[in-house]
C-alpha cells in the first residue's frame, strides 16, 4: 500500500471505530447501514460531491456548508451529520469512502458476516446464488453476503475470493494451466 493511501486508511479506521463505538452505545445499527448505503450510492452517483470531498480548492467553510446541505437533504442520521460536519472541520473529507469501507467492514464483522467476490461466466440464477453462499456459509460458519460480478472471458466455472483464500474453478485458468504443462513438455 502506498504511503498516502496507508495514511488515508488509518485516519478513516480511527474515525470508523469511533462512530462504530458510538452507533453500538446508541443501540443498533439500522441507522448507520442506511447512512452508508445512502453516502455510498451519493458518491457513486455525483461527481460534484467527489469532487467537493477530494479537492484542496474549496475552502474548509464552504466544505463544511456543502456538507450540511447534503445531510439535510439526504436525511442522515445525527451520528453521521456530526462526523462529517466534524470531518469537514478537519479537511478530512477525502477519507469518507474508506470510511464507509471500514464501517461496512465493522459492522458484517459484528454480525458475523464476510464478504466473498464472486466472478462467474454467466450470470448466475438466484437460486445458484443461494446454494452457493449456503456452501460457503457452512464451510466458514459465518453468513456469506456475495459481491457478485460476470467476466465472460472465464468461458465457464467460478472465481471465489473469500478473505484470503480463492479458488478458481474457471475453464480459462484450467486452459493455461494444461498451456504451461503442454509448454514444459514438449
Excluded at 34 to 54: E, G, H, K, N
Excluded at 94 to 120: C, R
Excluded at 160 to 186: N, P, R
Aim: aromatic share 2%.
Amino acid at each position: 500500500m502506498s504511503e498516502p493511501a496507508s495514511i488515508s486508511a488509518a485516519i478513516a479506521g480511527r474515525y470508523a471505530s469511533a462512530v462504530f463505538e458510538l452507533s453500538q452505545e446508541a443501540g443498533g445499527f439500522a441507522a448507520l447501514e442506511s447512512d452508508i448505503a445512502a453516502l455510498a450510492a451519493a458518491l457513486a452517483t455525483s461527481a460534484d460531491l467527489r469532487d467537493l470531498i477530494s479537492s484542496p480548492l474549496y475552502a474548509r467553510e464552504a466544505q463544511a456548508n456543502a456538507m450540511a446541505a447534503v445531510v439535510a437533504q439526504m436525511g442522515l442520521s445525527p451520528l453521521m451529520a456530526n462526523t462529517l460536519a466534524l470531518m469537514a472541520g478537519k479537511r478530512r473529507l477525502f477519507v469518507l469512502p474508506q470510511l464507509l469501507s471500514a464501517l461496512n467492514a465493522l459492522i458484517a464483522e459484528a454480525k458475523g458476516e464476510v464478504t466473498a467476490d464472486v466472478t462467474a461466466a454467466e450470470v448466475l440464477s438466484p437460486a445458484q446464488a443461494d446454494k452457493l453462499a449456503a456452501a460457503l456459509s457452512a464451510k466458514t460458519g459465518k453468513i456469506v453476503k456475495l459481491n457478485l460480478s460476470v467476466d465472460e472471458s472465464l468461458i465457464g466455472g467460478l472465481i471465489v475470493k473469500l478473505g484470503s483464500k480463492m479458488i478458481d474453478t474457471s475453464v480459462a485458468s484450467k486452459l493455461a494451466s494444461l498451456q504451461t504443462a503442454m509448454k514444459e513438455v514438449g
